[in-house]
């Protein structure tokens, strides 16, 4: 004999009522932070503090642009990569309209 399912609730014919997602998620995160028993802390908890890491080089590269324009919208139809030496040489056009201009573009 099959046990007896306890009884449903008629289904509801109301419209489904927006959820404001901002409040949600913001008592989610406020549960989450009560649960961790931090203040929100973004790091992992093995981290060391920022100011104990050693800051990171800053590496500054400048966008290959055409020699003749200026513009930076290039298209490389051919290239010869790691030379032997780690640069890559490649062939590039200008794709500005008006200028169109080909030229080698080497990269270190």
């Known amino acids: 004999m099959c046990p007896t399912r306890p009884p449903t609730s008629p289904p509801s014919t109301s419209p489904p009522q927006p959820v404001d997602a901002t409040a ?3 008592a989610r995160d406020a549960a989450d932070v009560a649960a961790r028993g931090d203040a929100g802390a973004t790091s992992p908890p093995n981290a060391a503090p920022a100011s104990s890491r050693p800051r990171l080089p800053l ?3 400048t966008r290959p642009r055409c020699p003749r324009c200026g513009g930076a919208r290039l298209k490389r139809y051919r290239s010869l990569t790691d030379q032997g030496d780690g640069t890559t040489l490649s ?6 309209e008006a200028c169109g201009h080909r030229f080698r573009l080497l990269l270190e």
């Open 91 to 96: 062939w590039v056009r200008c794709r500005d």
């Open 59 to 61: 590496v500054a590269l």
């Open 24 to 26: 949600h998620d913001a």
